[in-house]
């Protein structure tokens, strides 16, 4: 599970609690059909556009590269990813 805390200046704090369950199911709904084909026509357009070159993206590379970057975030319960703190006393933190 990740934790995401917040605290802001005037002593509010919030805790949101993100189980793993959802990042797989993120994960899936990202390497859907609908959105897939909705990512590569706007990276077809941005492309005619600009003349930047954009890499290929193939649903079949991201869908396990996600899946086992949530694997390895399960091997490293406990550490901390994110620690900031602000000059207006806003800190934010991300554990897993």
Same mark, same amino acid.
């Given at each position: 599970m990740i934790k995401v805390? %917040? /605290?802001?200046?005037?002593s509010i704090k919030l805790t949101i609690?993100?189980?793993?369950?959802?990042?797989?199911?993120?994960?899936s709904l990202i390497c859907s059909n609908y959105v897939w084909k909705r990512i590569t026509r706007? #990276?077809?357009?941005?492309? #005619?556009?600009?003349? /930047? %070159?954009?890499?290929?993206i193939?649903?079949?590379?991201?869908k396990p590269l996600l899946k086992i970057t949530i694997k390895e975030f399960?091997?490293?319960r406990g550490t901390? %990813?994110?620690n900031l703190q602000a000059s207006d006393g806003t800190k934010v933190s991300i554990k897993l």
């Open positions: 805390k %917040i /605290r802001l200046e005037n609690l993100l189980p793993y369950f959802s990042l797989y199911f993120a994960s706007n #990276m077809d357009n941005v492309t #005619m556009d600009t003349t /930047r %070159i954009y890499p290929p193939n649903k079949q590379l991201i399960q091997n490293y901390t %990813i994110l």
